[in-house]
């Protein structure tokens, strides 16, 4: 026998042979945590425990880990068990399989429980304390005496194996998740002495099917029955007031609640996820209602209808629909909202998963956030046409609102029509079986969850989008690509997490902020990320949580800014630090010696070229630095053509080879003098010095013919953008827009589109699409009495200072005062002091301002 007498209490503890440990004295004192009690080292051996009489307490962690207890006796001296006394006994060596945890939470649960446990508390505790048996899986019944009077908080959290337990009737107080997770208790008894019930007290509590809240209990908290599945029969005693959120979300098996007349207030969600198919208010509550037999409440103060089910029939008085009302009602098959309703509010019908059609009466003046969402078999949305803040435009199949053209709410046979400007949050949210969507233009805006769990395969964000929301795709597991346009600023926090068929990730230089856990996703099909960073750019924490990723890319003039380095908060997980870490030049060093790059395992300058070659379409959609780029160009003739190229270049760079020129205006002749436009040209000045801007129409004459290269050194390159310069006449605007894609001849012919051919401005015959690294030219009047589709069919190229007489198109010149006057070319005089580039004529001589 090992024998111990603890000399900091007043306490003797015996371990025998076969496991007993017998425990006498008086006061046992609290312990830290286990490794601090006298029989830390013994613990393992310990299967039983016998507590004398004239022991009064039993101390904080005094048993927590003794994983082979079976059997404790605890005499009626003992009044009060400390916080955590038996967390964990019978756990580690009896784990059973597939169990894992997160803390002190069950995560994971597979497989059969460890040995039968039973524990008797006898008269004379007048608590059991904070988490005391938390854990104790093997624990499968307990009997509690008359002197207890509350349970503390998660006292017996995660007794999963606790299929039985008696609450005397001394029992005032259950603490929050006093029995969280006791998936095997079928039944308890909640005595009338019962005047507090904690949050999440029952929560998963799935063995549960019936339970009767005592008259004595006022409140019912937060999340108390939350996800109690079996829960099939509930009565409300005629003395509960409140009912808080959630306290019988996800009940599915509940089938009808009666709501007594001393319940004042029911918040947002108490029964959210619930298969409720009839609901009764006594006809004596003074505040809420069940008006009709509608199998609905509602609040009589101002007629919003908070809580439906399958068979709700919405009576024609109640003006609002509230937050979550219907959802989860996975049943409903369809819905009709009478015309005194003004109001739907958030989620509404949320997870209303049978829903096929939709309309909204022309009453409704506000929507929450969408109402529909999770909605996986809606088809058809309909917004009658004489509503006044709503629409369902072009037969759009989605609820857009008119004040700021944001859509919604949208379905599986959404179109989004071009105008739409926001793509609200939730809009899309739940409909799985949404492959595809065209977003428009117009959209500048896409909100949190707006395609959440969508079926989408590829999408093209918009190049006017500016912020991407929180979880805007997320778990859209079958998006393969993914381009982020360069105005993009914000990705949202987890915007694309579980999108496991993502392959390569490009985020360009005008992000700021790329959100926690933005692109995690345990996936092998991330290989490559390309970051250009902004010298504003963060990363959160989890961005890129993935493990098969070979190369990430960096470029930029400066090292983002990083969350703290850590295997679990970092912005990559510690696999990633396998990949290849490529950077700009300049900053190696910097990046070797900064953490956490410095942690990848093989950092590489960036391959310094990029080649271009003409006529193939260029996709790049964000700035890459401190390159050498080169452009490859065949010129069958020497005359005038249209250049779009993505970067700059020097004078030096082409002035061998080529002559280069900008777009300084277009002229309209009148040359005999009959009202009526004669001729158009189209003037031009050479580039002498300086350098050209990337994104911008030019004009480019090879000096030979052949395949000709334009190389530029350390410089940058743009991402395509489609991009504009205006000149304009008293009665026509010429725009000249840029291109990287092909531009089909049917499109140039339709649109009567210009483009550069044998030296001139030619209206396209339908022979030659446009190719890429191109500009067009389109004429639009801004008179309405002059009809621009009516233009020359061809317009010359004027290269100024090379022109073989010096004609003006101004027929006189008169000279009033002894200051000379300055005219432009249409005649008209300017004043000298505010000229803008463009030719003017002094003293009957043509000069330029550039």
Same mark, same amino acid.
């Given at each position: ?279 009764? +208010? /006594? =006809? $004596?509550?003074? %505040?809420?209602?069940? @008006?009709?037999?509608? #199998?609905? *409440?509602? !609040?009589?103060? &101002? ?79 309909? +917004? /009658? =046409? $004489?509503?006044? %803040?709503?629409?369902? @435009?072009?037969?759009? #199949?989605? *609820?857009? !609102?008119?004040? &700021? ?446």
């Amino acid at each position: 026998m090992i024998s111990f007498n603890a000399v900091h209490a007043e306490i003797n503890w015996d371990l025998s042979d076969d496991g007993t440990l017998t425990i006498s004295g008086t006061d046992m004192p609290d312990y830290a945590f286990r490794d601090s009690y006298p029989w830390h080292y013994q613990r393992d051996k310990i299967k039983k425990v016998v507590i004398e009489d004239g022991v009064t307490n039993i101390g904080t962690s005094a048993f927590e880990g003794c994983t082979s207890l079976t059997s404790i006796t605890i005499p009626e001296s003992v009044t009060s068990i400390g916080n955590w006394a038996f967390d964990g006994t019978n756990w580690y060596n009896n784990q059973p399989d597939g169990l894992i945890y997160v803390g002190r939470f069950l995560y994971k649960y597979k497989g059969t429980m460890p040995t039968n446990t039973k524990i008797v508390v006898k008269d004379g505790i007048k608590g059991i304390a904070n988490f005391a048996f938390n854990n104790c899986f093997g624990l499968t019944s307990i009997i509690i005496g008359n002197s207890v009077t509350s349970i503390g908080n998660g006292a017996f959290f995660n007794c999963s194996g606790l299929t039985s337990i008696t609450l005397p009737n001394s029992v005032k107080s259950i603490g929050s998740s006093s029995f969280f997770g006791c998936s095997g208790l079928t039944s308890i008894t909640l005595p009338n002495s019962v005047t507090n019930i904690g949050e999440a007290a029952f929560m998963y509590c799935y063995g549960l099917t019936s339970i009767t809240i005592p008259n004595s209990v006022t409140n019912i908290e937060d999340g108390t029955f939350y996800g109690c599945s079996n829960l099939n029969s509930l009565t409300i005693s005629n003395g509960v007031v409140c009912i808080r959120k959630n306290a019988f979300s996800g009940c599915d098996a509940l089938n009808s609640i009666t709501i007594p007349k001393s319940v004042t207030n029911i918040e947002t969600n108490a029964f959210q996820g619930s298969s409720l198919q009839y609901i009764s +208010v /006594e =006809s $004596d509550n003074n %505040v809420y209602d069940s @008006r009709n037999n509608c #199998n609905a *409440i509602i !609040r009589k103060a &101002d007629n919003t209808l908070i809580l439906g089910c399958v068979n709700t029939i919405i009576p024609n008085n109640v003006a609002s629909i509230g937050e979550n009302a219907f959802s989860g009602c996975s049943s409903i098959t369809s819905i009709t909202i009478p015309n005194s309703v003004t109001n739907i509010g958030n989620m509404a019908f949320s997870g209303c998963s049978s829903i096929t059609s939709v309309t909204i009466p022309k009453s409704v003046t506000s929507i929450g956030i969408n109402p529909f969402s999770n909605c996986s078999e809606l088809y058809s949305i309909i +917004v /009658e =046409s $004489d509503n006044s %803040v709503y629409d369902s @435009r072009e037969n759009c #199949n989605s *609820i857009i !609102r008119k004040s &700021d053209n944001a859509l919604i709410s949208g379905c599986i046979n959404s179109i989004i029509p071009n105008g739409v400007t926001i793509i609200g949050d939730n809009a899309f949210c739940g409909c799985k079986d949404l492959i595809s969507i065209n977003i428009p233009y117009s959209v500048t805006s896409i909100g949190d969850r707006a395609f959440t769990g969508c079926s989408l395969t590829s999408v093209t964000i918009p190049d006017n989008v500016t912020s991407i929301g929180d979880y805007a795709f997320f778990n859209c597991s079958n998006l393969t690509s993914v381009t982020i346009p360069n105005k993009v600023t914000n990705i949202g926090n987890y915007a694309f997490a579980n999108c496991a068929s993502i392959t390569s990730v490009t985020i360009p230089n005008s992000v700021t902020n790329i959100g926690e856990n933005a692109f995690s996703c345990r996936s092998d099909k991330l290989k490559e990320i390309t970051i250009n960073v902004n010298k504003d750019l963060k990363i959160n924490k989890g961005a890129f949580f993935h493990s098969n990723i070979e190369k990430v890319t960096m470029y930029g003039e400066t090292l983002p800014a990083m969350v703290d380095d850590d295997p679990y908060e970092g912005a990559f997980s510690s696999a990633c630090y396998t990949a290849t870490l490529s950077v700009p030049s300049a900053l190696y060093k910097e990046y070797c010696s900064t953490s956490p790059w410095n942690k990848f395992t093989k950092i590489e300058k960036n391959a310094s070229a990029k080649y271009l070659t003409d006529a193939e379409k260029y996709t790049n959609n964000s700035q890459l630095y401190d390159l050498e780029v080169s452009y490859t160009r065949t010129f069958n003739n020497t005359a005038w053509q249209a250049l779009y190229i993505p970067f700059s270049m020097s004078y030096s760079d082409w002035k061998d080879d080529f002559e280069i020129a900008y777009i300084n205006g277009v002229r309209q002749l009148d040359k005999d003098d009959n009202g009526t436009v004669d001729e158009t040209i189209m003037d031009v000045i050479k580039i002498k010095s300086g350098s050209t801007a990337p994104n911008t129409p030019y004009l480019i004459k090879a000096k030979t013919t052949g395949e000709k290269t334009l190389s530029v050194s350390n410089t940058t390159l743009y991402a395509a953008e489609e991009k504009s310069i205006d000149c304009r006449t008293t009665i026509v605007e010429y725009t000249f827009t840029g291109t990287y894609s092909t531009i089909p001849s049917a499109t140039m012919i339709a649109n009567k589109y210009y483009a550069m051919g044998g030296g001139n401005l030619i209206q396209s015959d339908g022979s030659n699409d446009l190719m890429p690294y191109r500009w067009y030219m389109k004429a639009e009047s801004r008179n309405s009495s002059y009809n621009a589709s009516n233009a020359a069919k061809t317009i010359t190229i004027n290269v100024i200072g090379e022109e073989e007489e010096e004609t003006t198109g101004v027929e006189e010149l008169r000279i009033t005062n002894y200051e000379l006057p300055i005219y432009d070319l249409n005649g008209r005089k300017v004043n000298e002091n505010s000229l803008k580039p463009g030719i003017y004529v002094k003293n009957g001589k043509k000069f330029v301002v550039k």
